[in-house]
């Protein structure tokens, strides 16, 4: 085999977060011993990592190792970023799309690093208007571009599943620095990404 991926886990922290999922089965009045649930607490302890690996991510050091000299100085945009993310209020899904352009200063990265980013911050227990700024932060502090734009939209799944179940919402949220902060190109920006826009 050329290729093969593998996932790690922490044996310790598996093991206790097994034992917790088990014992909030029994208290959501499910039995954790049938057949189909034997399994569950131990797949909810890897998914809940795996969901959360973001912590041990460090996005300025994905950004620096892909930086480049380069004398570029218009707009680059990556849109349509998947991302998933897990509110901080009820660790319920959020999922949606991230657009980011930049305007380099003498260094640009590489677009994938871009999309990395996204994931570093997204998979961590989050609020989306600060999950927007961090990924602002990351690329301003790394690359010291002329400017940067995130715009987010995002579907909740605590609103839509539960609370005011509003099914159809979606939460968009912006973060500006630098020539974005200008109104030209702000709405080159936006209008370059409003195909994909709701
Ligand atoms: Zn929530």
């Given at each position: 085999m050329a290729y093969k991926k593998t996932e790690q886990y922490d044996d310790k922290i598996?093991?206790?977060?097994?034992?917790?999922?088990?014992?909030?089965?029994?208290?959501?009045?499910?039995?954790?011993?049938?057949?189909?649930?034997?399994?569950?607490?131990?797949?909810?302890a890897k998914a809940m990592?795996?969901?959360?690996q973001g912590?041990?991510?460090d996005a300025k050091a994905i950004l620096n190792s892909a930086k480049f000299h380069e004398e570029v100085s218009e707009m680059i945009i990556v849109k349509d970023i998947e991302l998933y993310s897990m509110c901080e209020h009820h660790m319920l899904p959020f999922f949606g799309?991230?657009?980011?352009a930049y305007i380099p200063n003498g260094f640009i990265t590489g677009l994938s690093k871009i999309a990395?980013?996204?994931?570093?911050y997204a998979r961590r227990l989050q609020v989306q208007e600060r999950l927007t700024t961090q990924i602002l932060d990351a690329i301003k502090d790394?690359?010291?571009?002329?400017?940067?734009?995130?715009?987010?939209?995002?579907?909740?799944l605590c609103m839509m599943m539960r609370g005011v179940q509003k099914q159809n919402s979606v939460t968009t949220t912006s973060a500006f620095y630098g020539e974005f902060l200008k109104s030209p190109t702000r709405s080159e920006f936006m209008k370059l990404?409003?195909?994909?826009?709701?």
């Open positions: 598996t093991s206790s977060l097994t034992e917790n999922y088990k014992e909030t089965l029994g208290l959501l009045g499910e039995n954790a011993e049938r057949e189909g649930l034997l399994k569950t607490p131990e797949r909810m990592q795996y969901l959360t912590y041990q991510m799309k991230a657009h980011i990395r980013v996204v994931d570093v790394t690359l010291n571009p002329l400017g940067v734009g995130v715009v987010i939209e995002a579907s909740h990404i409003s195909a994909s826009l709701h």
